[in-house]
């Protein structure tokens, strides 16, 4: 079966995929699998953009987003007139010639993938570029656009080591677009001597799930700051810092979401 990968920890944000999809589909038809589509409203393929933390404790994620191309698609069992199939290589396809322009389907999707073209009253969506598929092509155009290779495609089974990589996937149907690197928690922070008034270097950071008791462990860099990522969400920490000697606690961090803990001055213990 046909499998998107996205890797979101290489997809540097460049618009490639969305660009090369607006070249393959405005403006030509590719019937039977999709009419042309519009210069404006529609993205069958997007890019979401994701800033986490606070200045200057900052990360940002670029999210590729498409149809899911899902095992149990809401939007086939609403079809009433059977427009929306699936074919035998996984793709889901909307057929144009069999769609009435119900307007049902677009709000059936999680993923919000499906639009609807009030001029051709009908709904379109990714094809995973299936014409192109058909006629020899081994990706479609978004994949071969992708300057970063964040972008896979292919059989599920010869990308079966990626897949491994994958965790919890966004919420909705199991789909055939797989998100790798998927970011979680981080706290971070800048470690100082106020008295010296300089960052302090190579500090021990131990961060303590207060529930778990798991700990962390990470070192301040030469700007002084530290970086735990990759942490589960919804915990609570506490967290030790250790030099020369000297040492500060703090008892309770609220990972809800992620943390910049700004500036802290190291105490004596």
């Given at each position: 079966m046909k499998t998107f990968v996205l890797d979101l920890d290489i997809c540097n944000g460049c618009y490639c995929c969305q660009i090369a999809c607006k070249d393959e589909h405005v403006g030509n038809d590719w019937m039977p699998y999709a009419r042309p589509q519009p210069d404006t409203g529609q993205f069958w393929i997007r890019l979401n953009e994701t800033t986490r933390g606070t200045v200057p404790k900052v990360r940002v994620t670029y999210f590729p987003q498409m149809c899911m191309h899902c095992e149990d698609a809401p939007c086939m069992k609403i079809c009433a007139p059977g427009a929306i199939y699936r074919r035998p290589d996984g793709l889901v396809i909307v057929d144009p010639d069999k769609c009435t322009g119900c307007k049902l389907c677009p709000d059936s999707c999680p993923h919000e993938a499906l639009f609807f073209n009030e001029g051709m009253n009908l709904a379109q969506k990714c094809t995973g570029c299936a014409h192109l598929l058909d006629d020899g092509w081994d990706v479609p155009r978004c994949v071969d656009a992708c300057a970063s290779g964040a972008l896979h495609f292919g059989e599920e089974e010869a990308m079966k080591d990626l897949i491994a990589k994958a965790g919890e996937q966004p919420k909705g149907c199991k789909g055939r677009v797989i998100y790798i690197n998927i970011p979680k928690t981080f706290v971070a922070g800048t470690l100082y001597d106020p008295i010296e008034k300089e960052v302090i270097i190579g500090a021990t950071c131990t961060l303590?799930?207060?529930?778990?008791?798991?700990?962390?462990?990470?070192?301040?860099?030469?700007?002084?700051?530290?970086?735990?990522?990759?942490?589960?969400?919804?915990?609570?920490?506490?967290?030790?810092?250790?030099?020369?000697?000297?040492?500060?606690?703090?008892?309770?961090?609220?990972?809800?979401?992620?943390?910049?803990l700004g500036d802290i001055p190291m105490g004596m213990s």
């Amino acid at each position: 079966m046909k499998t998107f990968v996205l890797d979101l920890d290489i997809c540097n944000g460049c618009y490639c995929c969305q660009i090369a999809c607006k070249d393959e589909h405005v403006g030509n038809d590719w019937m039977p699998y999709a009419r042309p589509q519009p210069d404006t409203g529609q993205f069958w393929i997007r890019l979401n953009e994701t800033t986490r933390g606070t200045v200057p404790k900052v990360r940002v994620t670029y999210f590729p987003q498409m149809c899911m191309h899902c095992e149990d698609a809401p939007c086939m069992k609403i079809c009433a007139p059977g427009a929306i199939y699936r074919r035998p290589d996984g793709l889901v396809i909307v057929d144009p010639d069999k769609c009435t322009g119900c307007k049902l389907c677009p709000d059936s999707c999680p993923h919000e993938a499906l639009f609807f073209n009030e001029g051709m009253n009908l709904a379109q969506k990714c094809t995973g570029c299936a014409h192109l598929l058909d006629d020899g092509w081994d990706v479609p155009r978004c994949v071969d656009a992708c300057a970063s290779g964040a972008l896979h495609f292919g059989e599920e089974e010869a990308m079966k080591d990626l897949i491994a990589k994958a965790g919890e996937q966004p919420k909705g149907c199991k789909g055939r677009v797989i998100y790798i690197n998927i970011p979680k928690t981080f706290v971070a922070g800048t470690l100082y001597d106020p008295i010296e008034k300089e960052v302090i270097i190579g500090a021990t950071c131990t961060l303590t799930d207060r529930a778990s008791r798991e700990t962390h462990r990470v070192e301040t860099d030469g700007f002084g700051d530290f970086w735990f990522e990759g942490l589960p969400e919804g915990r609570t920490f506490s967290l030790k810092f250790e030099k020369d000697g000297k040492s500060k606690i703090i008892d309770t961090i609220d990972a809800a979401r992620d943390v910049n803990l700004g500036d802290i001055p190291m105490g004596m213990s």
